[in-house]
């Protein structure tokens, strides 16, 4: 049974670049979330997809958005990015179904902006 | 608007030992849930732990313990007999408990480090 998988692992990019970033959930998980991890610092919450609609946001500006498709799967985009940018993007999903509430981490993507 | 606090950077541990990582968090809400996360170099974040707030039996999970203190606002980790696999970092981390409000507060983490 496949975990959380995210492309791709590691990515450099530029000033003012555009980026993105995939998620697949695990097998039978329908919830995905994204969260930030600046070095040395826990993860922040970016935002909830569920039923190909985001969900719930947290403090991000408009350049973060996302996208979750039909087969749960989702895509984070960052826009303009800034050197503050830099950072590992998290994904995590779980499912709705039963009294299940355990989100279940990626691996991550390690982004640098130059 | 949820915090949680840890204020202990850096630990460190005779391999075979005990060690408490503490964990305090502020919140206006009665029923959430309290997770305990570890991050090895691999960065994949792993769920160590949970625990219901309406419950009041401290949640064990082999050799890993917490410590709940709702009036307090407190949620410590003991790992037992620690072993060179448990060096990581660990994050606390708040969930309210109502569907639709799942977004997950950490704390800083901290370092834990076994001497062998």
């Known amino acids: 049974d496949a975990g959380v998988t995210q492309s791709p692992t590691h990515l450099i990019k530029t000033r003012g670049q555009q980026v993105t970033l995939r998620c697949s959930p695990k097998s039978g998980h329908d919830t995905v979330s994204w969260y930030q991890q600046a070095l040395g610092q826990g993860p922040q919450f970016i935002f909830q997809?569920?039923?190909?609609?985001?969900?719930q946001r947290g403090n991000f500006p408009d350049r973060f958005s996302g996208h979750q498709f039909p087969n749960y799967s989702s895509e984070l985009n960052v826009n303009a990015l800034l050197l503050g940018d830099s950072a590992l993007y998290l994904c995590a999903s779980r499912s709705t179904s039963g009294f299940t509430y355990e989100q279940y981490f990626g691996p991550g993507t390690r982004l640098t902006v130059t | 608007a949820q915090t949680v606090t840890q204020s202990q950077p850096e630990m460190s541990v005779q391999e075979a030992e005990t060690v408490t990582l503490s964990c305090t968090y502020d919140t206006s809400e009665s029923d959430y849930y309290l997770f305990w996360y570890k991050q090895p170099p691999s960065r994949q974040m792993i769920l160590v732990i949970r625990q219901e707030a309406y419950k009041q039996q401290n949640a064990t999970e082999n050799r890993f313990s917490v410590n709940f203190q709702k009036a307090a606002k407190s949620f410590s980790l003991k790992i037992s007999d620690s072993q060179l696999g448990d060096a990581a970092m660990y994050f606390c981390?708040?969930?309210?408990?109502?569907?639709?409000?799942?977004?997950?507060?950490f704390g800083t983490g901290t370092r834990l480090t076994i001497i062998p």
């Open positions: 997809y569920y039923e190909e609609e985001e969900r």
């Open positions: 981390a708040y969930r309210s408990y109502f569907f639709g409000n799942e977004k997950l507060t």
